[in-house]
């Protein structure tokens, strides 16, 4: 036989097999559009409404199309956290999603509250990396770690990640049965065990005849989040075409990187709060690219009722009763001018007490300048709460030494005068003051500040070792005991406090975190009040927890 031969039988035998093998040829691309980290902003942004209005329409010019979610829609505003979820989800269910990932945050309302959820879904939930080990109920064991959408005999395999630090990242006791932990996410220190996980559901997908894998991942892209990032899992893992991914709240329209075995995979991710709505496409020719929608005209009538609806029901809610008080507790004095920026208050001890109830921690912190109102006598209702405390800031902790907490103080000090006020109007403010809890500290405004800010007023170090924080105490076993500057303490605050940098505060934000966002400041109140029988006697006066001298 001739060598030309030979390689035309050869050629001709490639064609026969790879026409026998080809996918089904496709009309049209298939349009796969994402929302990430909505957080209740329902009609922030590009607004849920649009993103109906966006898919719908697409749906009338192209046969192959899906809405997918990549997780933490549940928490983050009020519509959420004082429904527990459900106003939040009850919107989702009109909005026909294929897919949904479970973020960290939808454990923010206990497992019991998320088995409620999970049975209001009128939509798929997938969940590949959750393994329990408890004798009650597992809230996942009728969760699929994957779900296929067929198009016309090509099929996309969804499978959804969630983070695997969410037993850190929400409230660890969620997580526990009898003490122990019973729910795994695949933390192992090396991300190995997240990308068996992830692996096995992707194989499992390929097996069952997926064309593509895209993988709806609750992980982050950032450096931060190592081993368990989406990077490190790419790298870690093969078979997944496009990770369409949430949790740090990226905003990346189109960026790729090589799997195990070299091939690139697409990433995409679509911001917070619908900065963006995230578009994936797959082309006709198993071209794979992927874009940012950040405006569209469009709205959904359905959708714009539904929220109508929902924030008429939130203002129920609002309205209702969460304790009794017969006397105020305040963050103004008789003269109504604040003092939750100079002075310890009773609002400001309340508001510390109950974020170091929420997040268990020794010390607990809260800005002056996030205490903004008094609770007046009678009947406190939610939307009292939120006045006191309306920013719904997520609460975290850390690990933090005795000298991060006097360097916090110190900083957190330098306005500070022996005067609140002047002519009916404080002086001596700082937003960053901070009301304690399980703490209590002298300031001695006699001693001039030695705080250095930069040009953006954001601490810098101190210009001599002065100090006019003083007598430093921790609560311990229910006595004080002086501060060591070397002992390492558990603290709990806002993550605007602890890791945003917020008011130039930068002390904690290179300490150890143990729990990070774990709960929002107005759930971490409401939480606290109901714990508590009686008020008669609570929070009546201030307790000499910061003494100004």
Known sequence: MKKSSAILIIIMMCLTLCSCSRKKELKDDIYIFFTADVHCGVDENVTLSSVKALVDDAKTEHPYVALVDTGDFIQGGAL??????????????????????????????GMDQLSKLISMMEFQPVICNSVYSGSKEDIFKDLPGYVIKDFDGVKVAFVGITTPTSVTSSTPEHFKEDGEYVYDFGIDDSGEELARRVQNAVDSARKEGADYVVALSHLGS???????????????????????????????????????????????????????????????????????????????????????????????????EVFETDHPIRAFDDEGVRMS?????????????????????????VNGGGVRADLKAGTVTYNDLLSVNPFQNELSSCYATGQNILDALEYCSRNTEAIYKLDGNPVGEAGSFLQTSGLKYTIDTSIESAVIQDENNVFAGFSSDARRVKDVYVLIDGEYEPLDPKKTYTVGASDYVLYSGGDGTTMFMECEPIISCAVTDINALIDYAQLIDDFSDRYTDVEGRIIVK
């Open 80 to 109: 959420g956290s004082l429904s527990k979820g459900e106003i939040i989800i009850n919107i989702m269910n009109k909005m026909d999603y294929d897919a949904v990932a479970i973020g960290n945050h939808e454990f923010d309302y």
């Open 222 to 320: 950032v450096e931060a989040y190592n081993p368990y990032d989406c990077i490190t899992m790419i790298c870690s893992t093969s078979g997944i075409d496009a990770v369409l991914d949430g949790h740090s709240h990226s905003l990346i329209a189109e960026d790729f990187c090589y799997n195990k075995e070299g091939k690139e995979v697409k990433i995409c991710s679509a911001g917070t709060k619908l900065e963006a709505v995230g578009e994936l496409i797959i082309g006709k020719d198993g071209t794979i690219s992927t874009m940012l929608v950040t405006e569209y005209a469009g709205k959904d009538t359905t959708i714009d009722k539904a929220v109508e609806e929902a924030n008429s029901e939130l203002d129920q809610i609002l309205s209702q």
């Open 341 to 365: 920026r100079n002075r310890e208050t009773e609002a400001g001890n309340f508001v510390a007490d109950a974020y170091r109830y929420a997040l268990n921690t020794q010390i607990g912190f």
